[in-house]
């Protein structure tokens, strides 16, 4: 007999690198009709040292990886351990984790989450669910994304579901199938360009607000080769790092308008990617704190009805719903959707540390 109740911990480390999202949840099931409570939640930023390695591991060889990913294990082992003590959070079904991508080639047949050892469950102390991208790669998937199986079992009101974190994905319904891929990076260059100015990153999108748009770069970036692919597809760091930055800073522009031209590319992308430019829009993730994306984007979709959600789920939506795909695991039941990732079946993915 399946529970109705499931106490668990989402964890989610994102390439905007902002920190380990924390969220603590209650999930419960009714005659197949989900709902969520998220308890306590924190982000736990990355030391100096961490965002360093994190930021440059993407070049490191297969005996540092090996490392990186040991001490990323006890890292985030101690984080997520903290945390249950720090709340006196008791009675967990499982702590959900993703990891923290840094490798990602599904085109090679390989994608990399470090911080996903069978370790972890032992330093936690508490059943873990990890790794939920491998296997879908292994079926001949991108990996990613893997939050819209979520997205249409919590949050099926919403024409579409858009994040916009590291990199922007969104996904909907067409034909009775759930479609979503990756649209473009965000965070991972807007962030870059705040912090050669010192900052973290720009609040409310300030900084770009102030800079011109370019039109050569503009139309550059509009014709990079992902942008014309057929879905499924989706991004790792590998691309923005060996693509997006050489063409950026082959111009020679202020940060401010390498930053303005970029959430204008950013939003004329994501009009290019929805089927049909009407409907309400949920939107997630870092980016939805930038005023200036947000217009920008309004502009290019005027007839679509924005909404951003309360707090919680806007900041933890990622972490949220890692914990449903880990319940989901513990019930045997789909949690990945071939329809998205392109993988030869729906599956249930994911590693269980006892």
Sequence with gaps: MLKESYKVIGVMSGTSLDGVDLAHINFTVT???????????ETVSYSDDWLNKLRTAVDFSKGELKQLNQDFTLLLGNIIKDFI??????????????GHTILHQPQNGYTLQIGNLKEIATIVGETVVCDFRVQDVKLGGQGAPLVPIGDRILFSDYDYCLNLGGFSNVSFEQNGKRIAFDISPVNTVLNFYANKLG????????????????????????????????????????????IVFPLMESYDLSIEDKMHTFIKHIAKQTALALPNRGGKMLITGGGAY????????QNYLPEVSFVVPDSKTLEYK??????????????????????????KK?????KVYK
């Design 199 to 242: 900052l973290a990153y720009d609040d409310k999108g300030n900084i770009a607000q102030s800079g011109d748009t370019d039109l050569n770069l503009l139309e550059e970036l509009d014709n990079l080769s992902y942008y014309q692919k057929p879905y499924p597809k989706s991004l790792g760091f590998e691309f923005v790092k060996t």
């Design 290 to 297: 930038n005023t200036f994306l947000l217009e920008s984007m």
């Design 85 to 98: 003590q720090k709340h006196k959070i008791v009675n967990l079904d499982a702590v959900c984790s993703h």
């Design 346 to 350: 729906d599956h249930s993915s994911g």
């Design 318 to 343: 990622e972490a949220l719903i890692f914990g449903l795909l880990g319940v989901l695991k513990l019930r045997k039941e789909i949690n990945v959707l071939s329809s998205v990732t392109g993988a």
């Design 31 to 41: 005659r197949d009709k989900w709902q969520y409570k998220i308890l306590e939640s």
